[in-house]
């Protein structure tokens, strides 16, 4: 069973940064496409960010596009999320979601999700 980690939220003023960080344990082949959700209260779970197993492309949320930054490092099967410029309206619950398989050649596939922290931004 894969498990997914995240950290490094909080509360920040308008304007700051914060970075977040999902990290993978268990035991599993291998980690694919990643990517960082976001859940404020009432609205729906969007995607903010996402990035291919390799790092070679990435897509972003239109809210979060030259705010935000998605990068991974597949030694420490780890997913980061660098937030700057925050504004009130990135408050939310950020979730990690990951694919990947359990075993080789393409077998048993997982789709997880980390449990969320909680980043807010308010002066």
């Known amino acids: 069973q894969v498990q997914l980690v995240e950290s490094g939220g909080g509360l920040v003023q308008p304007g700051g940064s914060l970075r977040l960080s999902c990290v993978a344990s268990?035991?599993?082949?291998?980690?694919?496409?990643m990517g960082w959700y976001r859940q404020a209260p009432g609205k729906e779970r969007e995607l903010v960010a996402a990035?291919?197993?390799?790092?070679?492309?990435?897509n972003y949320a239109d809210s979060v596009k030259g705010r935000f930054t998605i990068s991974r490092d597949n030694a420490k099967n780890t997913v980061y999320l660098q937030m700057n410029s925050l504004k009130p309206e990135d408050t939310a619950v950020y979730y990690c979601n990951a694919d990947g398989y359990y075993r080789p050649y393409g077998l048993s596939p997982f789709n997880q999700w980390g449990q969320g922290t909680q980043v807010t931004v308010s002066s």
């Open positions: 268990g035991s599993f082949h291998s980690v694919n496409a």
């Open positions: 990035i291919t197993t390799t790092g070679g492309n990435t």
